[in-house]
């Protein structure tokens, strides 16, 4: 065996070492088996699904419609009845509150240099670049449902993969939660890790918006993490949401533990962007450099629960590249065709109805040939 180094950086990159043993175990296994079946879909061809939006990919995909019901669902299961009606109201529109204090580019302009002066935001990176588009901060730019997990090249790259993202992280967590309590005999606070897991990717929807070319926005980063998870937390300030709740919800893309700087970095920059103090508000410790203490376990949870993406990332190269070929050769897509709205919508449609790991599952079992049966029983070659 070989020796081991004393100090180990908990990461993102590395916390799969977590989830292949304990209580991760258990979540990842009924995450699993919790899954619903795709079903069965109507054939259409090429031409058809070039014309379809990505939300009407979503709505004919059981397996977006099913997942998204899964959280409304789980929405009705918070106990605390204002946050209940808060999740509901928000999974159904998932308005940009935050904008009702932009209501001018002065004002956005005005925090992106605040951001800078914190060295928390690149100054390369415009104040468009921070608040996309949208019309309005009681209006959702676009559904939850037909809403991607992520942009091109990430996990959950499709229409309805937010809902198959934020369904699975749900599902482990609350494993998680019950596996505590049948292992360790204690219960830590349901509400808090299933309120921030559902919403921590709240504004995917503001931030990922699909584009007429049928890719979605490109992400930027404050604080060293995508605008979406500084926008959830500065949202759920602006909203009034429990300091304990918004510190979990901060935690879910660091370990709270051995990352503690990255998640304050977070805090300060919804914060900012909230217009609030985050040490008066009951985030940060009084010195502003750590997370109030005694660091409560549900972020712990909510960490480890988030990390479905440490799949479906590489999935979704494997995937691709299987799905480029048969592109090419099945539908007649040249190279260039490649980066165009028409195999955005071919991969955009196969992924929304198979997710991209079910995809890579088919592959792995029964190779390229089964990829391709699937791909055509969905879109037909003429």
């Known amino acids: 065996m070989p020796e081991r180094t004393s100090r180990i950086a908990w990461s993102r990159r590395n916390c799969m070492q977590l989830l292949a043993c304990g209580t991760s175990v258990v979540a990842l296994t009924k995450a699993a088996t919790a899954a619903p079946a795709t079903g069965q879909v109507k054939r259409i061809n090429f031409a058809q699904c070039q014309r379809l939006t990505p939300l009407e990919m979503a709505k004919s995909s059981s397996l977006?419609?099913?997942?998204?019901?899964?959280?409304?669902?789980?929405?009705?299961?918070?106990?605390?009845?204002?946050?209940?009606?808060?999740?509901?109201?928000?999974?159904?529109?998932?308005?940009?509150?935050?904008?009702?204090?932009?209501?001018?580019?002065?004002?956005?302009?005005?925090?992106?240099?605040?951001?800078?002066?914190?060295?928390?935001?690149?100054?390369?990176?415009?104040?468009?670049?921070?608040?996309?588009?949208?019309a309005s901060p009681k209006q959702a730019p676009q559904p939850f449902l037909g809403t991607p997990g992520s942009g091109f090249g990430s996990h959950h790259s499709y229409p309805g993969g937010l809902g198959l993202h934020v369904a699975l992280n749900v599902r482990t967590s609350l494993s998680m939660l019950d596996a505590y309590a049948s292992t360790n005999g204690f219960r830590l606070n349901r509400d808090i890790v299933l309120a921030a897991q559902l919403l921590h990717d709240i504004h995917k929807p503001w931030i990922f918006q699909w584009k007429a070319d049928g890719s979605p926005l490109t992400e930027y980063k404050i604080g060293g993490t995508g605008v979406?998870?500084?926008?959830?937390?500065?949202?759920?300030?602006?909203?009034?949401?429990?300091?304990?709740?918004?510190?979990?919800?901060?935690?879910?893309?660091?370990?709270?533990?051995?990352?503690?700087?990255?998640?304050?970095?977070?805090?300060?920059?919804?914060?900012?962007?909230?217009?609030?103090?985050?040490?008066?508000?009951?985030?940060?410790?009084?010195?502003?450099?750590?997370?109030?203490?005694?660091?409560?376990?549900?972020?712990?949870?909510?960490?480890?629960?988030?990390?479905?993406?440490?799949?479906?990332?590489?999935?979704?190269?494997?995937?691709?590249?299987?799905?480029?070929?048969?592109?090419?050769?099945?539908?007649?897509?040249?190279?260039?065709?490649?980066?165009?709205?028409?195999?955005?919508?071919?991969?955009?449609?196969?992924?929304?109805?198979?997710?991209?790991?079910?995809?890579?599952?088919?592959?792995?079992?029964?190779?390229?040939?089964?990829?391709?049966?699937?791909?055509?029983?969905?879109?037909?070659?003429?």
Not at 68 to 77: R, S
Not at 108 to 115: C, G, S
Not at 318 to 342: H, R, T, V
Request: proline share 6%; charged share 20%; net charge negative.
């Open 64 to 134: 977006a419609v099913a997942n998204y019901q899964y959280l409304i669902d789980q929405a009705k299961q918070v106990g605390d009845a204002k946050l209940r009606r808060l999740i509901g109201d928000m999974l159904a529109n998932p308005a940009p509150s935050i904008l009702e204090l932009y209501p001018t580019d002065a004002e956005k302009e005005k925090t992106r240099q605040q951001l800078i002066g914190a060295n928390l935001l690149n100054p390369e990176i415009t104040a468009a670049q921070i608040f996309p588009p949208a």
């Open 228 to 382: 979406h998870h500084i926008m959830a937390i500065a949202d759920c300030i602006h909203r009034g949401l429990s300091p304990e709740l918004v510190v979990a919800l901060a935690s879910a893309h660091d370990n709270p533990g051995a990352e503690e700087d990255k998640i304050v970095a977070y805090i300060k920059s919804g914060a900012i962007i909230a217009g609030k103090d985050p040490v008066a508000y009951g985030l940060l410790a009084p010195s502003g450099k750590n997370i109030v203490v005694p660091r409560r376990m549900e972020g712990f949870v909510v960490f480890l629960g988030d990390h479905e993406w440490v799949v479906s990332v590489p999935a979704e190269k494997w995937a691709l590249a299987e799905l480029q070929d048969i592109a090419a050769q099945d539908y007649g897509l040249g190279a260039a065709d490649m980066n165009s709205p028409k195999f955005y919508a071919l991969r955009n449609y196969v992924f929304a109805h198979t997710s991209i790991t079910g995809l890579h599952e088919q592959f792995v079992e029964g190779g390229r040939e089964r990829v391709r049966a699937t791909v055509n029983a969905l879109i037909a070659k003429s």
